[in-house]
């Protein structure tokens, strides 16, 4: 099938974009690759730590520097479900190298939080920044030059597209993600979305919400719902850093242990020692940057992958904008409603077909492209295969033809809607993204006056005081990375989410975040210029009608221009940064970047 225009439009623009980044990046990992295997240049003394640890047969497999060496990077603690399996992780990779003649060492680990722990509380304020330190973690794992691949162990928000990061420093080795994959399905989610309402409105007690939440959210694995973590996921398979069919195949059982140890020796094919040579910098071009956030538009997916996915390009010396996001949703139909965007989790949009029906449609109609490189070799005609075992050996098969479910997933000939999930917003209040993929046709506009806040608490308060049964539109400022670190903001849902039920024009706007889970309320988030920045939003004020419209793509504060021009800028001292190591991060908020250029320190 013949590339879809459009897509190839924003393709050339970004490679034109991106052209001299892109060739020194390029010359950077050619230059690191071209001795191969650095280990054998190590000093005895060097060599001899590197397997000082080692038992014996890989202690002499490394002495003799002539087998590969996967060095494991790993996400694993057993507070985050969707990590708690990775604990047996290493040695399946361990077992799997030396079945096939090599070795496989513990790299390092990098931190995981949980967004969804931390979530409304001060250590969110960590939480974007912890995508950076992960980056600079997975680094220092890698430092020690002992490895010919790696395997990448990590699931959630900011810790794969940190480790892709990192990865991406070492962009002449071979890289394959192996997933954990998600918990089985729990409460549904529109019955934990109903329980929150009561909760927020007063209705039930907290005995009552702690045991929704622990229906929900009860087993290890990733959480089943459609946020950043899952996004993460599709990310990795339709950019062609998984193997075919891993990203939601549920932990702890013989297909998931197998699909492991697959990830081991197809990373040993590609190493240069192998048959098919594919570093991750190689893999990570133009194009695949561009498959993934058509991706992202056809699933409904996170809108925290407008910052990510900006952070990870730049890092392969690629240059994305927002433009290039609104582009591609223009041209992408969305194929999937899970929720947030609809009454499903990840395990129906996989047994619907998922990924490899997903793709298949998409590869269909020329909307991705197919002359691209993964760790499976050229192309992605292998990843409109699932995996099956057969015995104790994974054979990929092609998908029925049909979907398994239209509710979940659609061909694309029969889209839920033309455009996709995320649209960008501009006007004289700044540039934000929304995701309207979750939002009904008919709130697509909302104009309202504005309440203006600096905190969430502030703005819980006001709700609980009845000072928000009106149409509003809630501005929420200094949440922005300059300010504090962009917090989610997802304990206002509940609350703005009620306000709607009752029939209120409700939208909300922010220079913070809102992450994959935002749903039915319009929010236009990652407001930037933010208001620590001197940004419009800090010359908001109570009563302004502000304007969100999602189909011409603006948001505008409704005040002559003169008028809005000479008001005083309004900074708000943040609170105090201490408390939960936020001190610690100083450094951080004082050199991050704007959401549109990633938000990044490094």
Same mark, same amino acid.
Request: aromatic content about 6%; glycine content about 10%; charged content about 20%.
């Given at each position: 099938?013949?590339?879809?225009?459009?897509?190839?439009?924003?393709?050339?623009?970004?490679?034109?974009?991106?052209?001299?980044?892109?060739?020194?990046?390029?010359?950077?990992?050619?230059?690191?690759?071209?001795?191969?295997?650095?280990?054998?240049?190590?000093?005895?003394?060097?060599?001899?730590?590197?397997?000082?640890?080692?038992?014996?047969?890989?202690?002499?497999?490394?002495?003799?520097?002539?087998?590969?060496?996967?060095?494991?990077?790993?996400?694993?603690?057993?507070?985050?479900?969707?990590?708690?399996?990775?604990?047996?992780?290493?040695?399946?990779?361990?077992?799997?190298?030396?079945?096939?003649?090599?070795?496989?060492?513990?790299?390092?680990?990098?931190?995981?939080?949980?967004?969804?722990?931390?979530?409304?509380?001060?250590?969110?304020?960590?939480?974007?920044?912890?995508?950076?330190?992960?980056?600079?973690?997975?680094?220092?794992?890698?430092?020690?030059?002992?490895?010919?691949?790696?395997?990448?162990?990590?699931?959630?928000?900011?810790?794969?597209?940190?480790?892709?990061?990192?990865?991406?420093?070492?962009?002449?080795?071979?890289?394959?993600?192996?997933?954990?994959?998600?918990?089985?399905?729990?409460?549904?989610?529109?019955?934990?979305?109903?329980?929150?309402?009561?909760?927020?409105?007063?209705?039930?007690?907290?005995?009552?919400?702690?045991?929704?939440?622990?229906?929900?959210?009860?087993?290890?694995?990733?959480?089943?719902?459609?946020?950043?973590?899952?996004?993460?996921?599709?990310?990795?398979?339709?950019?062609?850093?998984?193997?075919?069919?891993?990203?939601?195949?549920?932990?702890?059982?013989?297909?998931?242990?197998?699909?492991?140890?697959?990830?081991?020796?197809?990373?040993?094919?590609?190493?240069?020692?192998?048959?098919?040579?594919?570093?991750?910098?190689?893999?990570?071009?133009?194009?695949?940057?561009?498959?993934?956030?058509?991706?992202?538009?056809?699933?409904?997916?996170?809108?925290?992958?407008?910052?990510?996915?900006?952070?990870?390009?730049?890092?392969?010396?690629?240059?994305?904008?927002?433009?290039?996001?609104?582009?591609?949703?223009?041209?992408?139909?969305?194929?999937?409603?899970?929720?947030?965007?609809? +009454?499903?989790?990840?395990?129906?949009?996989?047994? =619907?077909? *998922? /990924?490899?029906? $997903?793709? %298949?449609?998409?590869? @269909?109609?020329?909307?991705?492209?197919?002359?691209?490189?993964?760790?499976?070799?050229?192309?992605?005609?292998?990843?409109?295969?699932?995996?099956?075992?057969?015995?104790?050996?994974?054979?990929?098969?092609?998908?029925?033809?049909?979907?398994?479910?239209?509710?979940?997933?659609?061909?694309?000939?029969?889209?839920?809607?033309?455009?996709?999930?995320?649209?960008?917003?501009?006007?004289?209040?700044?540039?934000?993204?929304?995701?309207?993929?979750?939002?009904?046709?008919?709130?697509?506009?909302?104009?309202?006056?504005?309440?203006?806040?600096?905190?969430?608490?502030?703005?819980?308060?006001?709700?609980?005081?009845?000072?928000?049964?009106?149409?509003?539109? +809630?501005?929420?400022?200094?949440?922005?990375?300059? =300010?504090? *670190? /962009?917090?989610? $903001?997802? %304990?206002?849902?509940? @609350?703005?989410?009620?306000?709607?039920?009752?029939?209120?024009?409700?939208?909300?706007?922010?220079?913070?975040?809102?992450?994959?889970?935002?749903?039915?309320?319009?929010?236009?988030?990652?407001?930037?210029?933010?208001?620590?920045?001197?940004?419009?939003?800090?010359?908001?004020?109570?009563?302004?009608?502000?304007?969100?419209?999602?189909?011409?793509?603006?948001?505008?504060?409704?005040?002559?221009?003169?008028?809005?021009?000479?008001?005083?800028?309004?900074?708000?001292?943040?609170?105090?940064?201490?408390?939960?190591?936020?001190?610690?991060?100083?450094?951080?908020?004082?050199?991050?970047?704007?959401?549109?250029?990633?938000?990044?320190?490094?």
């Amino acid at each position: 099938m013949t590339l879809d225009a459009r897509i190839a439009d924003v393709t050339n623009a970004i490679v034109a974009r991106s052209r001299e980044t892109r060739a020194a990046y390029l010359d950077g990992i050619e230059k690191a690759a071209a001795d191969g295997p650095h280990r054998a240049a190590l000093s005895c003394g060097n060599l001899a730590h590197g397997f000082a640890g080692c038992g014996t047969d890989d202690k002499a497999a490394l002495r003799g520097q002539v087998v590969p060496n996967i060095g494991i990077v790993t996400a694993y603690n057993d507070m985050l479900s969707a990590h708690q399996p990775y604990e047996r992780f290493p040695d399946l990779i361990r077992a799997a190298a030396r079945e096939a003649g090599a070795v496989a060492q513990v790299a390092g680990g990098v931190p995981a939080m949980c967004d969804g722990v931390t979530q409304g509380r001060l250590g969110m304020e960590l939480s974007l920044f912890s995508r950076d330190v992960i980056a600079m973690s997975a680094a220092v794992a890698l430092s020690h030059d002992m490895f010919d691949a790696a395997l990448y162990l990590g699931i959630c928000d900011k810790i794969v597209p940190g480790l892709v990061i990192g990865a991406l420093a070492f962009g002449h080795l071979p890289a394959v993600f192996v997933p954990s994959g998600p918990m089985h399905s729990g409460m549904t989610n529109d019955e934990k979305g109903r329980i929150r309402g009561l909760y927020a409105e007063g209705k039930i007690g907290r005995a009552e919400l702690l045991e929704a939440e622990a229906a929900s959210y009860h087993s290890p694995g990733t959480c089943t719902f459609y946020g950043t973590a899952n996004s993460n996921q599709m990310l990795m398979e339709i950019m062609g850093l998984h193997l075919p069919g891993a990203s939601f195949v549920p932990p702890n059982t013989p297909l998931r242990d197998a699909l492991t140890t697959a990830a081991v020796n197809q990373a040993l094919a590609i190493t240069r020692s192998g048959n098919g040579y594919a570093p991750i910098g190689k893999i990570l071009d133009e194009k695949a940057f561009v498959n993934g956030i058509v991706g992202l538009n056809a699933t409904g997916g996170s809108t925290n992958h407008a910052i990510h996915l900006v952070a990870m390009a730049k890092a392969a010396g690629i240059t994305l904008n927002w433009d290039d996001f609104d582009r591609l949703s223009a041209a992408t139909p969305l194929l999937c409603r899970i929720y947030p965007n609809g +009454a499903a989790d990840v395990n129906h949009f996989h047994a =619907a077909g *998922g /990924m490899a029906f $997903l793709i %298949r449609e998409l590869r @269909s109609q020329g909307l991705v492209h197919d002359d691209v490189l993964t760790v499976m070799g050229s192309g992605l005609e292998d990843y409109e295969k699932e995996p099956t075992l057969v015995g104790d050996e994974i054979v990929w098969k092609p998908i029925p033809e049909a979907s398994g479910d239209e509710s979940v997933l659609r061909p694309v000939t029969k889209p839920f809607q033309p455009e996709g999930g995320l649209k960008v917003l501009d006007g004289n209040l700044g540039r934000a993204v929304i995701k309207v993929s979750a939002v009904d046709p008919d709130k697509w506009v909302i104009e309202a006056p504005a309440r203006v806040f600096s905190t969430q608490d502030a703005l819980e308060a006001a709700f609980r005081a009845g000072e928000l049964n009106c149409d509003v539109v +809630a501005v929420v400022r200094f949440q922005g990375p300059k =300010a504090n *670190g /962009m917090p989610e $903001l997802h %304990r206002l849902t509940p @609350s703005l989410a009620v306000l709607q039920k009752r029939g209120h024009k409700v939208a909300l706007v922010t220079d913070g975040r809102m992450s994959g889970a935002s749903g039915k309320v319009p929010a236009a988030i990652h407001l930037t210029p933010e208001a620590c920045d001197g940004g419009p939003i800090g010359r908001l004020r109570d009563g302004d009608v502000v304007r969100v419209d999602a189909v011409a793509g603006t948001l505008e504060v409704l005040v002559a221009a003169d008028e809005f021009a000479a008001r005083e800028q309004v900074f708000e001292a943040t609170e105090p940064q201490f408390g939960m190591g936020r001190n610690l991060f100083a450094g951080f908020r004082a050199l991050v970047g704007s959401a549109e250029q990633g938000a990044s320190a490094i």
